[in-house]
């Protein structure tokens, strides 16, 4: 079974400054997908950012960016320029590739707080 | 165009009570989820639906029921609510369930406690 790490509970940055939150994942899978979700307190879900596992180029949204090393199975989420908006629960999802799988595993999350 | 939409948005059940979360997407999707959040944690997946007449369990079904009778809605039955069944709740759905821009659009969760 797939499994999700995020090893940071927590995390806090000054706004403007760059701050980069962690991910690993257990699969014997080849072919996934990975995406970082934002969580603010209204409890929304809403996608930050997706990878599919078979292109080597990092994705990139605006602020938000991944490295994703696939050998290691580590996917981290960069968030530049913090905003203030930017105070959420984040976290990191893994989805099979396979004909018919629907589940999103999730990690535990990390908070990430904005210091103005 | 509300997307996934979820009531109630809170509820306290007592022991042994029963209740139905309501789940209704207004984008056509035929895929649709129940998920779970227990305090501290990810999502884990209760229930899912390919399409309307046609249900399967997730990680975590022990407890709940499901029924897919239009492409709309998705209502997760709790027949004896537990204490471990104090969690929040959140309904989702897709148009497909592959390839990574088939995105699943979440309801806003209802916060169900058990006492």
């Known amino acids: 079974a797939q499994t999700v790490t995020q090893s940071q509970p927590e995390m806090s940055v000054q706004e403007a400054e760059t701050v980069t939150l962690s991910c690993t994942y257990d699969?014997?899978?080849?072919?996934?997908?990975l995406f970082w979700y934002k969580q603010p307190p209204s409890r929304q879900m809403i996608l930050v950012i997706r990878q599919e596992a078979y292109k080597q180029q990092n994705a990139t949204e605006n602020r938000f960016s991944v490295n994703f090393q696939k050998a290691a199975k580590s996917f981290s989420l960069k968030i530049s320029d913090s905003q203030l908006g930017d105070a959420a629960m984040y976290f990191c999802?893994?989805?099979?590739?396979?004909?018919?799988?629907?589940?999103?595993?999730f990690g535990q999350g990390t908070r990430l707080t904005i210091n103005p | 165009n509300a997307g996934v939409t979820q009531t109630p948005k809170f509820r306290i059940l007592k022991i042994g009570q029963s209740m139905t979360l309501q789940c209704t997407q207004d984008m056509n999707h035929n895929y649709m989820y129940w998920y779970r959040q227990d305090p501290g944690m990810g999502l884990k997946l209760i229930y899912y639906?390919?399409?309307?007449?046609?249900?399967d369990k997730g990680e975590v079904p022990n407890g709940y029921n499901v029924s897919r009778s239009t492409t709309e809605d998705f209502p997760l039955r709790l027949e004896l609510a537990a204490p471990s069944q104090t969690s929040v709740y959140f309904c989702a759905s897709s148009r497909t369930s592959g390839g990574s821009t088939d995105t699943q659009y979440f309801g806003p969760g209802t916060r169900l406690t058990v006492l």
């Open positions: 699969t014997s899978e080849s072919d996934y997908y």
């Open positions: 999802a893994y989805r099979s590739a396979r004909m018919g799988a629907q589940k999103l595993v």
């Open positions: 639906s390919v399409g309307a007449g046609i249900t």
